[in-house]
C-alpha cells in the first residue's frame, strides 16, 4: 500500500495539519521538525496527492503541452526544451501527441483539465479554434510556442518567420538563382516564410510565379512526391526551398532518384535546423530557430500567468539564423 499523510505524521511523531504545512510551504514551523518531516516523507517515498491539492485550490505544479507530431524532430526537440525548464523551476510537463486531429485535442485539453494542470502550452499546428476560443474565455493560463493567432490575446513565444523566408531566398538569389520553387507545410508560420520569399524576389525584380508553391503536409514522403512533381515540369526550378526540414529530405531523396545531384544540379535549403539537418548527404542548408531558448521563454511566461492573470500579454519575437552547409552552390549556367 502506498503510504499516506496519516503515516507521515504518526512517523514524525507530529500532526496531520504540521505535515500539510510542510508540503505546502505554509505557516510557521521549525526548521528542525520541517527536517524531520521532509526525511521521513523520503523515507516512505511519500507523494502528495497533486489531485488533493488542485481540490483545496492549491496548485499541482504541473503544464500540459501539445505537440502536433512527436515524429518530428523539431517536436520533439521542443518538448525537450519545454521539459527541461519546466523542471528547473519546479514543474512537471504532461506531453500529449495529438497527430493534428482537431478531436484528439479536444479530448487531451479535457483530460489535462481534469489533472488540474496548472497551465498548457500549446505548440504550432494546434487545430482546434473553438477549443483555444473557449480557454482564453475561461481565462485558462495558456501560452504558444513556434506559434501566434494575431486575433485572439494569447502569450507567445515565436520566430520571425518573415526574416527567415527572406534569408533564404536572398541566399538562393545571391548563388544565380532565378527559378525557385517553394515546398510550403500547412501552417500559419509558412504563409509567413513565403511573405518573406516574395519580398526578397520583388527586391530581386523577379516576377512571382504561383506555379511554384506546392502546399504540403509536413513529411519526408509529401516532400518527395511534390519535388517529383516540379522535377517533370516543362520548366523545373533550379532551386527548393522546403519550409521545413522533413520536406527538404524528401526534395534530396527525389532528386537522387531521378539523377539529379544537390547541389550540382539542384540547391536545397530547409528549415528550422533539426538534427537531420547535419546528418543528411549533403548536409543541409537550413534556418536554425532557437528551441532551446524558445522553450526557456515560454515556460517563463507561462508560470508568470499562472501567478499573476492580469499581467499584460507577451509576444516574444525570436530572430533565425540561416545555417549554410553543403545542400547549395552558384548556379552552373549550362553551355
Known sequence: MKPTIYDVAKAAGVSIATVSKVINNTGRISEETKKKVLDVMEELRYQPSVVASALTGKRTYTIGLLIPDLANPFFAEIARSVEDRGQELGFSVVMCSTDNDSKKEAKYISLLKQKSVDGIVLAAGFQNDTVLKELV??????????????????????????????????????????????????????????????????????????????????????????????????????????????????????????????????????????????????????????????GRQVMDILIQRIEDEKKMKQRVVLLPELVIRKSTKPLQVKK
Request: charged content about 25%.
Open 137 to 294: 474565455q475561461e481565462k485558462f493560463p495558456l501560452a504558444l510556442i513556434a506559434r501566434e493567432i494575431p486575433e485572439l490575446a494569447i502569450d507567445s513565444v515565436v520566430l520571425d518567420d518573415f526574416l527567415g523566408g527572406y534569408q533564404v531566398t536572398e541566399h538562393l538569389l545571391s548563388l544565380g538563382h532565378r527559378r525557385i520553387a517553394v515546398l510550403a507545410e500547412k501552417a500559419r508560420s509558412s504563409k509567413e516564410r513565403i511573405r518573406g520569399y516574395r519580398h526578397a524576389l520583388q527586391n530581386a525584380g523577379i516576377e512571382f510565379d504561383q506555379s511554384l508553391i506546392l502546399a504540403s503536409e509536413a513529411t519526408v514522403e509529401k516532400g518527395y512526391r511534390n519535388t517529383v512533381q516540379l522535377l517533370d515540369s516543362s520548366d523545373p526550378p533550379t532551386a527548393i526551398f522546403a519550409t521545413n526540414d522533413l520536406l527538404a529530405i524528401g526534395v534530396i531523396q527525389a532528386g537522387r532518384e531521378r539523377g539529379i545531384g544537390v547541389p550540382d544540379d539542384l540547391s536545397v535549403v530547409g528549415f528550422d535546423n533539426t538534427i537531420l539537418a547535419a546528418i543528411v548527404d549533403p548536409p543541409l542548408t537550413t534556418v536554425a530557430q532557437p528551441i532551446h531558448e524558445m
